[in-house]
């Protein structure tokens, strides 16, 4: 191939995440409420007949579709379905980071404004029931943060003799922070408490 060849192949690439095609896409809405005449984060706990995360604590969301347009179709549309609201209830939506997770999943986030006055028909097979906390708290209260340590363990076939160091080789360990935010009788850690941690930088 001549370099004019290869630059004619490469000069109009747009940069993704490496190996995107592999990993799992999920998009979710970070959604607020007014209520007693303030801002409220709404949340959902997770139907207990899930077989993912049964009894969790989590905000409205899951996998993208090939029909969602964007990340943030998805990320309505799956509040539509799981809240029972319409989408026109949903306004001000606006993107948070997005998350690439070391076990092979690219979670989009966006928060938005859902309408005073909605009635919520959460969908029984997904949603147990929803509640909220009030923005303040969030804002007044630094969650909690512990270290989870992951462990580097090769297959046993596992090809020593081409690396330098052999068996000796000096392993980057990987560490990930979980946060958690205890609310009455509430637990919200996980992916939930990161994006909402993530969320209250932001707004400060």
């Known amino acids: 191939m001549d370099p004019k060849s290869l630059v004619e192949k490469v000069k109009d690439r747009i940069p993704e995440v490496m190996d995107n095609r592999s990993f799992s896409k999920f998009a979710i809405l970070l959604p ?10 709404l949340f959902e706990v997770r139907s207990h007949q899930l077989r993912s995360q049964p009894g969790e604590i989590c905000f409205p969301g899951g996998r993208i579709d090939k029909e969602d347009e964007s990340e943030e179709d998805a990320a ?61 708290f969030f804002l007044e209260k630094d969650p909690k943060v512990y270290r989870v340590n992951f462990d580097i363990q090769p297959e046993e076939s596992f090809p020593y003799d081409l690396i330098a160091g052999g068996e000796n080789y000096n392993w980057r360990t990987r560490q990930v922070d979980e946060f958690f935010y205890l609310y ?7 992916l939930t408490a990161k994006i909402l941690t993530h969320f209250m930088e932001i707004i400060r």
């Open 32 to 41: 607020m409420i007014e209520k007693d005449g303030e801002i409220h984060i």
């Open 76 to 136: 309505v549309r799956e509040t539509v379905e799981e809240l029972g609201i319409a989408n026109e209830q949903i306004s001000d939506i606006f993107p948070l980071d997005y998350i690439v997770s070391p076990f092979g999943m690219i979670v989009y986030s966006f928060a938005g404004i859902i309408d005073a006055d909605v009635e919520f028909r959460p969908n029984p097979p997904e949603v147990d029931s929803l509640f909220t906390v009030p923005l303040s």
């Open 184 to 190: 009455e009788d509430k637990v919200i850690w996980g």
